[in-house]
């Protein structure tokens, strides 16, 4: 009798995944609009109203790639939990900046941060990378099987962009930020989400050559077709439909109504892109995430960047919307419970 009467208790208490730490990373060397106005036919003005941007950062050093960036997160991560290396099981990387084709980059950062004993991998998922390696990460914890998973989202957009090209180089920037989950069974955590994909957005986002279909050639590269390419009308006006409506299923689903909702962290591609969002799902600004000003798109690093600079603003218990879009395409919203209060 006693085994049946508990047995209920039990399956009440779900685990779920929290977020327990965070930390961001953005390199030094900052690139305003007046450094751009010297390299492409721009102005400040024109950056500023269009995308909201002032300034960005750029990964500078000789050797330096993604893996460095992302060893700092996780090195400063582990040290803010007081988390050992050897405690981590699992690291997931998402970004489309990685050091090389193959291998992974999230195998590199563990050695770079001297993790041992955690397997790792990428997700390419570009602007929405954070988003997919968060729910993944999260499904190991509900599983029992891992108990503290590293989620790092980073790009390292300078690697990948045509200083000439005045309609990309100005948008992009470097750094990210990594979450630690764990398991918890106070109700906080990961909540839900809608998480969604259309392969035929391809031909509006892309990098053309380099893969398997073009690989890399003398030709390729005198064609410049080893950088970001984009149609940004056409990404904008499918940005502000992907993150709008998966933001009200998502709140739908969940019987939540905006006064319910602390914060909405929306991937920080374009001050317009954001308003139009916060619009759409009648979201007062005051509730929305917006440091795009200092970093613009760092693509997959976007939205640990904004938990990052917000955490200190989050009390346990705020109910947060995460939502991006991005190449692929591939957009979504995840609901979350933050898991704890920042002591100064
Ligand atoms: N400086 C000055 N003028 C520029 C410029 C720049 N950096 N970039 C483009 N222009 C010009 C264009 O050449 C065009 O001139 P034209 O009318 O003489 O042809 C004019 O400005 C308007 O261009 P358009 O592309 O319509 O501008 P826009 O308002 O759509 O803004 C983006 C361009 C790229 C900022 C915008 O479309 C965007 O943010 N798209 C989404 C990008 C994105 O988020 N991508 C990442 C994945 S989520």
């Known amino acids: ?32 609009n007046q450094d751009l106005e010297k390299m492409v036919d721009t102005n400040d003005e024109w950056i500023q109203s269009r995308t909201g ?56 950062i563990c050695d770079k941060a001297g993790i041992r004993n955690a397997f790792g991998y990428d997700i390419n ?18 599983s029992g099987t ?6 790092v989202g980073l790009d390292m957009m300078s690697s990948i962009l045509d200083y000439s090209d005045r ?20 109700g906080t955590g990961v909540q839900d989400q809608i998480l969604k994909s259309d392969g ?17 050639t003398a030709e390729t590269v005198a064609n410049k077709e080893h950088y970001v390419f984009q149609e940004g009308r056409t990404v904008f006006k499918h940005a502000v439909k992907g993150m709008a409506s998966t933001v009200q299923d998502l709140m739908k689903k969940n019987k939540l109504t905006v006064d319910d909702i602390d914060w909405l962290i929306p991937h ?3 001050i317009r892109i954001i308003k139009s969002v916060a619009s759409a799902c009648d979201f007062p600004m005051e509730k929305v995430v917006v440091n795009i000003e200092k970093y613009g ?6 939205l640990p960047l904004c938990l990052w600079e917000w955490e200190p603003k989050f009390k346990k218990g705020d109910k947060i919307l995460l939502t991006a879009f991005g190449g692929g395409f591939t957009w979504g919203t995840i609901y979350l419970k933050w898991g704890y209060d920042t002591t100064a």
């Open 200 to 216: 035929s957005g391809r031909d509006f986002l892309h990098m053309k050559a380099g893969g398997s279909l073009h690989p890399p």
């Open 146 to 151: 891992h108990k503290k998973v590293i989620i």
């Open 53 to 108: 941007i002032k300034e960005r950062r750029i990964l500078k050093g000789e050797g330096l790639a993604t893996s460095d960036m992302g060893a700092e997160m996780v090195k400063g991560l582990l040290k803010k939990t007081n988390t050992r290396p050897e405690e981590i099981e699992l690291l997931i990387c998402a970004t489309i900046t990685g050091d090389m084709v193959f291998p992974d980059t999230a195998n590199t």
């Open 297 to 302: 798109n760092t693509t997959a690093g976007t």
């Open 1 to 32: 009798m006693l085994l049946l009467r508990e047995q209920p208790l039990h399956i009440m208490s779900k685990i779920l995944a929290k977020i327990t730490g965070v930390q961001g990373y953005v390199p030094e060397h900052v690139v305003t």
């Open 268 to 270: 920080q591609a374009n």
């Open 125 to 142: 998922a570009a602007c929405s990378g954070f988003l997919y390696g968060l729910i993944t990460g999260a499904k190991f914890i509900e």
């Open 167 to 186: 309609t990309t180089c100005i948008i992009f920037g470097d750094g990210g930020g990594a979450v630690l989950l764990e398991p918890t069974e106070d």
